[in-house]
């Protein structure tokens, strides 16, 4: 699903955010990607969805070559790769429905194929008679499930999760990483990038930890060594 080899990635040619960095994720895996703020996971993420271009190396996702990807294709790439953030990119004047729907709009999806889609992936994230609601009449929690659901509706085979429980308290943290094992349940590869520790800790999955730009760990069932 992902390769990366020799990955590496220099900001105003002093600052090495990564250094040859090779990895491989296989289709359906659950992994989580950790290390403390500096440590390369942001850049990773912004050179796997094609945000940025590195200085070296070659990234591959699901057929795709990234470093050679057309600025015309991005958008192509960006809709097979789900991607969710730490603050919810939510429209703040569209109702829940309409916030998801909007991915498939611009898109061209039917009316039809977007009012089953979007109906769809309401249910699965467990918000089905909120439709109606406005972001600002939801919890930071089901408001990352409204992010998740529109980051769904065109079935990536990848989802990439970047501190998606940052803004979130215990109890919703734990409702989003259960969401998020269960989606991986249904054979959508999961990448978690995090520094939260306890949730790492609790996933028992895969660990690749990053450090000062270089990977320092990838355990199989790993924790969370930093």
Not at 46 to 66: C, M, Q, S, T
Not at 95 to 113: H, L, Q, R, W
Not at 149 to 159: E, T
Request: contains cysteine.
């Amino acid at each position: 699903m992902i390769k990366i080899i020799n990955l590496s990635k220099t900001y105003n040619k002093t600052i090495q955010a990564l250094r040859d960095v090779s990895l491989h994720i296989k289709p359906g895996e659950f992994v989580s990607i950790v290390g403390q703020s500096g440590s390369g996971k942001s850049t990773m993420v912004k050179l796997i969805i094609a945000e940025e271009r590195p200085d070296g190396g070659k990234i591959i996702v699901g057929g795709w070559d990234i470093i050679n990807i057309k600025n015309r294709e991005i958008p192509t790439l960006r809709r097979q790769v789900g991607v969710i953030f730490q603050d919810f990119k939510l429209l703040p004047k569209k109702t829940i429905f309409e916030n998801i729907a909007f991915a498939m709009e611009v898109c061209g999806f039917s009316a039809k194929e977007i009012e089953k889609t979007v109906r769809q992936m309401i249910a699965l994230v467990g918000l089905k008679g909120k439709e109606d609601r406005y972001p600002h009449q939801l919890s930071g929690g089901e408001q990352q499930r409204v992010a998740i659901a529109r980051s769904l509706v065109h079935k990536p085979k990848l989802l990439i999760a970047d501190e998606p429980t940052g803004n979130l308290d215990s109890i919703n943290t734990r409702e989003i990483i259960d969401l998020l094992k269960k989606i991986n349940s249904m054979g959508t590869t999961v990448v978690l990038v995090t520094h939260n520790k306890d949730v790492v800790n609790s996933l028992k999955s895969r660990v690749i930890t990053l450090d000062n730009g270089q990977i320092i760990s990838d355990q199989a069932e790993g924790r969370y060594l930093l």
